[in-house]
């Protein structure tokens, strides 16, 4: 079954627990599975088969002659049963209960999790159906709308095996309905889940109970209490690449549990290996399980992809989660999540493309998703683990929040400067010099300082609570990589041609930029490492290196060559020296060198560096601003780069007073700036 982990925030319809049977009589005894099992035997009306069977698609049979029934110390040592029938010396710990959460319509709270309730509500849902999967018919598709039109019967509700094709959940927003049973390595399913408990047994739910701990709260795609709930049945409720990326993820915090720590860890490889062969099955008859283990297996440290991201882009496109679902057929708790996870594909999408260099497969025109809010989450600081070495949840909803709002500025400025058609950039430069290319920045600049001020103070770095983890950091690392590439985009295009008053105004800026970003990681502290970072932390912590190689090797004198030198050798330290148990970090490292390797920083790039033989610098030959209009230039790029370099800025705790651009031109710029200030809102 595909991840019935986001299943509760709205509560079942009542009628249909109602139809359910509340207890077995003698005629209706448990079958053999759910015997064995020492589970409730449930059946739907008109149905041969039981719940269980029916989810497993096995057949219900009643061969077996009752067992004795066991005297209540025998049941007690029983306890220790695994839920796949192996015995276990240790008993497997008890999983914590989640509080009841309010549904996002009335504030009224569910009923408990049980497993009819679960598998109701899982037969309602667009993206988690338990036998059926459901693909988004497109406007230019073979099926035509109005075709569609005449079809009178649609796919509501039930088992998914009744004849109807078409589910539609709102005008003109029609779904595909298919069966799982026949498609590719659907048969796969049970032995994958198998091996993949036997890789990690007995530790699985020490396993479940860090991944909720310190990587759920900051990157929320999961449902911690049905996933809990249905983990304490059966680890064969899941989708087998969804369970072996939270075993993955969680292995990366083996030491913080005081159980685990002692014990010897999983092979990671032989799941590593089983989680994308099962990857590559579920791809198959998508559902939203399938997007969540892609996700979650991109996101570990060294484990980014390209190509799985484009493949969880197609997914997602395959599921409908590039469309706003506000007004769908569906439960309120799955509209939730199909924010959360349509806003997590945006953003894997965009980063990726980014620090791959890749052109982005998730366009405007084509995801017009809402906005993601605290109502699409199902947890809350209610729900907050207080174990040593957890991670806070109301932190993680606000961080993801926000971080969506900073990728969507990241991603302007990326298709802005970096598209593969640079004719505007290179029209733009040769008409009005560097003077042109930063009024085309400002508006991201102005993006930039309203999102900083509007960051609330708990994902401010200071914001550490005693014996917990932050991940705060990895959030303001892409905050620098977002300023980073603007500055790079400048600095690429200052030429000899340049005016030199210019070019030191640009460059001086640029330094700035490169010290913070590396004050900011060297103040990292021991609770910020050992948190959760997402993919895309190693490339950032190395874009910080290349953008240093870039000004070293743009250098206009030995001294400022040697000064970015060792720069870069002390960054380089400070980031080895906190390597070791900092998974993503010795990732960057290795990144640092591949991409470095063959460059010698001990031989000054100055004479060396053919700078004014590169095509841009001729195209740029011509840019020198008229000398009529030199004095109005000068006050009003002044202004554009305050606006740009300095009133937008972090508040690290750093109090390095770095270049301010209001010393160079105080009239010009304090009237323009007057309602700024001196300090920038965060970095100073």
Not at 83 to 92: E, K, L, M, Q, Y
Not at 590 to 599: A, K, V, Y
């Amino acid at each position: 079954m595909d991840n019935a982990s986001e299943s509760s925030r709205s509560s079942p319809d009542a009628a249909a627990l109602q139809a359910l049977p509340r207890k077995g009589t003698r005629t209706d005894r448990p079958c053999d599975v759910c015997r064995r099992r020492k589970s409730r035997c449930a059946k739907e009306p008109d149905q041969d088969r039981c719940v269980l069977c029916t989810f497993h698609d096995r057949e219900c049979t009643y061969l077996d002659a009752p067992q004795p029934r066991k005297k209540r110390a025998e049941f007690a040592d029983d306890r220790a049963i695994s839920v796949d029938g192996h015995g276990d010396s240790d008993p497997r710990p008890p999983l914590k209960k989640t509080k009841a959460t309010q549904t996002p319509d009335d504030g009224t709270l569910g009923p408990p999790i049980v497993s009819s309730s679960v598998r109701s509500l899982l037969d309602r849902t667009l993206g988690l159906h338990r036998t059926t999967h459901f693909k988004y018919i497109g406007p230019s598709s073979l099926h035509e709308e109005r075709l569609l039109d005449l079809i009178h019967r649609f796919y509501e509700s039930g088992n998914g095996e009744d004849g109807c094709k078409f589910r539609r959940v709102a005008d003109a927003t029609t779904f595909l309905s298919k069966s799982d049973r026949h498609t590719l390595f659907s048969a796969d399913v049970d032995h994958d889940l198998d091996t993949i408990e036997q890789i990690v047994q007995p530790h699985g739910p020490g396993l479940v109970d860090l991944y909720f701990r310190t990587v759920h709260p900051s990157y929320p795609i999961l449902h911690k209490g049905v996933f809990i709930e249905k983990y304490a049945r059966s680890y064969k409720e899941f989708s087998p690449p969804l369970l072996a990326a939270v075993y993955l993820l969680a292995m990366d915090w083996w030491e913080f549990d005081l159980e685990l720590a002692s014990k010897q860890k999983p092979d990671a490889e032989a799941l590593l290996r089983t989680a994308m062969k099962a990857l590559t099955g579920v791809i198959h008859r998508p559902k939203l399980s399938s997007v969540q283990a892609g996700l979650l297996l991109l996101q570990r440290a060294g484990g980014d992809s390209w190509v799985l991201t484009t493949q969880v882009v197609g997914i997602g496109e395959e599921l409908g989660l590039h469309l706003d679902c506000t007004s769908w057929n569906i439960p309120e708790w799955e509209k939730g999540l199909r924010r959360r996870l349509a806003w997590a594909i945006y953003m894997q999408d965009k980063w990726g493309a980014l620090i791959h260099g890749r052109p982005s497969h998730v366009t405007a025109s084509n995801w017009q998703m809402a906005h993601v809010s605290l109502a699409d989450f199902p947890e809350s600081a209610a729900d907050e683990d207080d174990k040593e070495g957890s991670t806070e949840v109301e932190k993680g909803r606000l961080l993801f929040i926000h971080l969506t709002k900073l990728t969507e500025i990241m991603a302007q400025a990326t298709e802005t400067l970096y598209s593969a058609d640079q004719t505007r950039i290179h029209e733009l430069v040769s008409r009005s010099g560097v003077q042109g290319l930063l009024e085309l920045v400002k508006p991201l600049a102005v993006r930039l300082k309203e999102w900083a001020k509007d960051m609330p103070a708990d994902l401010h770095m200071e914001g550490v609570r005693t014996r917990k983890l932050c991940s705060n950091g990895y959030l303001h690392l892409s905050y620098f990589v977002t300023e980073i590439i603007i500055h790079r985009h400048i600095i690429r295009n200052l030429t000899p041609a340049t005016p030199p008053h210019l070019r030191d105004l640009c460059r001086e800026a640029g330094k700035t930029r490169l010290e913070r970003a590396i004050n900011f990681v060297e103040a990292l502290r021991p609770e910020h490492l050992q948190a959760f970072w997402w993919f895309a932390s190693p490339k950032s912590l190395a874009f910080i290196r290349t953008y240093g190689g870039l000004l070293w090797a743009t250098s206009s004198s030995h001294e400022e060559a040697e000064f970015y030198r060792r720069k870069l050798g002390d960054f380089r330290w400070s980031l080895k020296v906190r390597a070791k148990g900092v998974s993503f970090v010795a990732v960057a490292l290795q990144e640092m060198d591949e991409s470095l390797q063959d460059i010698d920083m001990t031989q000054s790039p100055v004479g060396r560096t053919a700078e004014a033989s590169r095509p841009e610098a001729v195209f740029l030959s011509s840019a020198v601003p008229p000398a009529a209009d030199a004095e109005t230039q000068t006050s009003d790029l002044q202004i554009a780069l305050h606006d740009l370099y300095h009133s937008h800025q972090f508040d690290s705790g750093h109090t390095s007073p770095g270049f301010n651009i209001l010393d160079l031109d105080a009239v010009s710029s304090h009237g323009y700036f007057s309602d700024v200030g001196d300090q920038g809102v965060f970095y100073p």
